[in-house]
């Protein structure tokens, strides 16, 4: 029998936003039965006993937060040796997010640790936009590349995200064994 995978889903995020979806991830992995672990990418530690690792950020201006980013950079070398999974999420308004984006899917200046750790997955969620919660340097932002504000994030695409992500961690691994 395959022993219980451990996964850690990490992200960073601004203003929790990416925090939520990051919990409604590992509550789905929960639900399949999986053991989890989710935690801001900056207060992980050791990541050596997760069997797989689910990674997000919040995106601004085509960027990851610098938690996600040293997260990745830093443990390049554990990630590229189990399954990982990429998210991003940022984009608000209606319709496909990597549309919004102009195909934008993931930083540039973390493609090539991207390519080297071969992710299973990189998805892109639409986010959310509370100008209550925004400090005002970020307010600005938002009016100037005017932005949609409101809470567009796509609970159900998430979920299936999660599900999928499930469901291949629960496969049972291939037989070495020889007949």
Do not use: C
């Not at 090539?112 to 998805?123: E, G, L, S, V």
């Amino acid at each position: 029998m395959k022993p219980k995978s451990k996964v850690l889903v990490a992200y960073a995020s601004k203003y929790g936003s990416t925090t939520e979806i990051a919990e409604r991830i590992g509550q789905v992995l929960a639900r399949a039965g999986l053991e989890v672990d989710v935690l801001p990418a900056d207060q992980t530690g050791e990541i050596g006993h997760y069997q797989a690792v689910v990674l997000g950020s919040a995106v601004y201006a085509g960027h990851w937060l610098k938690e996600a980013v040293a997260f990745l950079e830093s443990n390049e070398a554990a990630l590229a040796q189990r399954p990982v999974w990429l998210f991003s999420s940022g984009p608000t308004g209606e319709g496909d997010p990597v549309e919004i984006l102009d195909g934008w899917r993931f930083p540039h200046a973390q493609q090539a640790i991207a390519d080297r750790i071969k992710p299973q997955d990189i998805a892109v969620f639409h986010g959310k936009v509370d100008l209550s919660a925004l400090h005002l340097g970020d307010k600005l932002i938002i009016k100037a590349v005017k932005a949609k504000v409101g809470d567009y994030r796509d609970w159900e695409a998430i979920e299936a995200w999660a599900g999928k992500i499930a469901q291949q961690l629960a496969k049972p691994e291939p037989s070495t064994s020889l007949m």
